[in-house]
């Protein structure tokens, strides 16, 4: 072999090297997962803070977490909000209010707009929260006992109705694919004009197309007990974000 075609062969070597690395490189970053979506998430359930007696406890971690937490961030990225505003929507498609406190005018409007341009909402709206929290009832800090959506309800034409003759103690709503922990649950009735919305299991889960979007709503909360969660309740809550959040892409 001359040294010119060794020169060659040398620098083709080098070449196919280099190439060999690029497109492992390529491979791997094709491999990365993506962005998780991001989850707007809101309301007196303390799903992200968990509950402590006060704020320096919640930010140096001493307080008791939510275990919905973690779950939660295994597929989305949190972006917690105070008020529902364009602007906070803004670039979210999936939202998760938990137990919210009362909504005002525009809030209600706000939630309307972003649902019907294509918002997917899950909705958990206990009539009777059942779920012990270490704080006293009149505490700002405790998640509210009773949920206080009407306006918004009646205006995708849906009634929240509760009975107060029915016997306390967790149940196990059977949907099929999952079982949801309910305790005093209320149940949802659909007025004549709301064709878009369908209710299951006795009336406590409640599917409504609004415009371009989907909301999946609970009667009770249950589910999110934050001191003792039910053996169910990480699959339920599990099944309940896919039908809310994935159904329909």
């Known amino acids: ?27 791997a970053s094709a491999d990365e997962p993506g962005p998780l979506p991001q989850l707007g998430l809101m309301g007196s359930i303390p799903i992200y803070w968990g509950e402590s007696a006060s704020f320096s406890g919640i930010v140096s971690g001493e307080g008791e977490g939510h275990w919905a937490r973690a779950q939660l961030e295994a597929d989305y ?7 529902l505003d364009p602007a906070s929507l803004d670039g979210l498609r999936f939202l998760l209010l938990a137990q919210p406190r009362a909504l005002s005018p525009g809030e209600n409007v706000a939630l ?5 341009k294509g918002g997917r909402l899950l909705l958990f709206a206990d009539p009777l929260l059942t779920g012990e929290s270490h704080f006293a ?21 849906l009634e929240l109705q509760f009975d107060d003759s029915q016997p306390a103690g967790l149940q196990l709503l059977d ?33 409504c197309s609004i415009g371009a979007g ?30 809310a959040f994935s159904r329909g892409k």
Do not use: Y
């Not at 990225?77 to 008020?83: A, G």
């Not at 309307?112 to 019907?116: E, F, K, T």
């Not at 009832?137 to 206080?148: A, E, K, S, V």
């Open 1 to 27: 072999m001359t040294l010119r075609t060794f020169a060659k062969a040398a620098f083709g070597a080098v070449l196919l090297t280099l190439a060999s690395g690029c497109g492992a490189q390529g491979s």
């Open 77 to 83: 990225s949190i972006r917690l909000l105070d008020v």
């Open 112 to 116: 309307d707009d972003w649902v019907r």
């Open 137 to 157: 009832i009149g505490d700002r800090r405790r998640p509210q006992d009773t949920i206080l959506l009407s306006p918004i309800l009646s205006h995708w034409g």
């Open 175 to 207: 949907t099929g694919p999952a079982r949801i922990p309910v305790n005093l649950a209320g149940r949802f009735a659909a007025s004549p004009e709301a064709s878009g919305c369908t209710m299951g299991s006795a009336g406590i889960l409640a599917r």
């Open 214 to 243: 989907r909301v999946l709503a609970l009667a009770d909360a249950a589910i999110l007990d934050l001191h003792h969660p039910h053996p169910a309740a990480a699959q339920a809550l599990g099944w309940l974000t896919e039908q």
